[in-house]
């Protein structure tokens, strides 16, 4: 079972078919924990399911089983869709093209990190002139 967090509000949950395929699966359902303690389902015939509208700053616990024939089958491991966190950086006033801005943060927290997504502007990006003349 692997999870994934790939927004503030989206995860992906994808896993491997069983050893044995006999009986014939059907499809799987997974289960996750919303955080107020209400467990919800998706059922789907494919390895992967993409949950939306996460609450950003909580954790969700998930788990597959496989239907079909004499299945359901065993749960799975459960694996958990971790916490996104946002933070926010808007500058107190419109600044003019070309300007410097320089932004520091300080964050001391303890994660596991299963994956990351580094996004940067390039300095020499030029805006072009859509003007006439």
Known sequence: LITMRTGLYHGIVSW??????DPVVLGYELFYDLPNGTRLSVEDNSLMITLS????????PVFVVAFGGDLPSSPSNTG????????????????PVGSDIT?????NITI???GAQVVWVDPNFNLLDTTDG
């Open 103 to 107: 932004v520091s943060c300080e964050v």
């Open 112 to 114: 596991a990190v299963t």
């Open 80 to 95: 958990t869709l971790q916490e996104a966190v946002s933070i926010d950086i808007t500058p107190s006033s419109t600044l």
């Open 53 to 60: 509208f996460l609450v950003p700053e909580s954790s969700y």
């Open 16 to 21: 491997s078919p069983p050893i044995s395929n």
